[in-house]
């Protein structure tokens, strides 16, 4: 599965996934073989951090 390159648009499908499907951004990442660092690193730039507590990004 590809996700957007869009920030805002990847923000919010990460944190659906997230929500529905993974307990954590590790989970995540392994599952989708999706970096996360470099996740993390792009939507840093765009303002947005990820919340162990919260399992999202905001």
Do not use: I
């Not at 869009?6 to 307990?23: E, G, I, K, T, W």
């Not at 690193?41 to 951090?49: C, I, V």
Request: aromatic share 12%.
């Amino acid at each position: 599965m590809e996700l957007p390159n869009d920030p805002m648009m990847l923000m919010s499908a990460v944190n659906m996934y997230l929500r529905d499907r993974y307990q954590s951004l590790d989970e995540l990442c392994d599952d989708l073989n999706v970096d996360r660092k470099e996740l993390e690193a792009k939507l840093l730039q765009a303002g947005f951090e990820y919340s162990e507590k919260y399992n999202k990004f905001w």
